[in-house]
């Protein structure tokens, strides 16, 4: 999988990329990850992004010009492609939506800042408009690793697919509690069934667990509210 990350912060990219799983998944080749700077497309002596908005208003906007420049540099015709633009005012990331990514040979992330990014990068150039969540970021670039990190474990052969299966989400409910030595400590016990050897006690036990904390945080897992989640 190919990922162009386009951002007016490339260095911002540097370490997250540097760590772990990420890292061992570039070395191995699984993912081919290029940050780009949306500077590389100004023409102007100020390698200008941003102006003033029409009609208006606070703050300024992103500049349509170097978006557009960059996707048609940055595709590769010989991809599957999608270009997704990060913005709070987009449909909100999920599991389901990290796997159908998968689908796609080419990732190109483009990364809003200040007050917006003109409409026509929304309307003419994404193919998906993606937010992390409910609130509001300076910029895109945080949500553009949060979507990368998510998608590069699910490549195959970056981690074992065990631990895909099994965590929360995969199965609609949040996971079952993890413990490990020692069994007792400072008067907290690791839960005697757990030490128990009966795979089939601990299985039933595990089930019950992550039905209960999916009760307590996360009741609307429960139903099917088409979050894609219960798949
Ligand atoms: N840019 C600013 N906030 C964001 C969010 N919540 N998701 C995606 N992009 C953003």
Redesign the pocket.
Known sequence: MRMDIVTIFPDMFKSPFAESIVKRALEKGLVELNIVDLRRYTHDKHRQVDDAPYGGGPGMVMKPEPFFEAVEDLKNPSLKTVVVL???A?EVFNQRMARSFLAYEQIIILC?RYEGVDERVHQHLADKI???????????EL?AMVLTDALIRLIPGVITADSTAEESFAEGLLEYPHYTRPASYRGMDVPAVLLSGDHKRIAAWRKEQALKRTLKYRPDLLEDNGSGVLD
């Open positions: 990060l913005s709070p987009g809003g993606v937010s992390i969540g409910d609130y509001v970021l300076t910029g895109g949500p």
